[in-house]
């Protein structure tokens, strides 16, 4: 089962939603808006994503630009995370034990693989 922490309005999350779906890949949508993810479910997720913790956030968003956060401190990336949701990066498809970020959509797909 893969996890897709999924925004509707977002085009990137719309396409990587429809890409797992085309692939008959088993999929749970979590909006994360509507659904945000606590401090533990964030440590635990980049403890998964090859990424870095940095690359979580949408640094163009008002919320974070207000902060004034460490994008290097990847504990000041979790409170600023879960005090605004909106600024967490989209899609990130999980499938329990590796996570990826779709920019593009189309690397999620290596959690098919």
């Not at 990587?16 to 949508?29: D, H, N, S, T």
């Not at 956030?57 to 401190?73: M, S, Y």
């Amino acid at each position: 089962m893969i996890t897709l922490l999924h925004n509707p309005r977002c085009s990137k999350s719309r396409q990587a939603l429809a890409l797992l779906e085309e692939r008959g890949a088993a999929v749970q949508v979590r909006r994360y808006l509507d659904e945000p993810l606590d401090g533990a479910e964030l440590r635990a997720l980049m403890g998964r994503l090859s990424a870095d913790p940095r690359d979580l956030v949408r640094t163009n968003e008002a919320e974070w630009k207000a902060l004034g956060a460490d994008r290097d401190d990847p504990e000041q990336v979790i409170h600023a995370i879960v005090a605004h949701p909106k600024i967490l990066q989209r899609p990130i498809a999980d499938d329990g034990s590796r996570a990826i970020i779709g920019r593009p959509p189309e690397d999620i797909l290596a959690l098919l693989d």
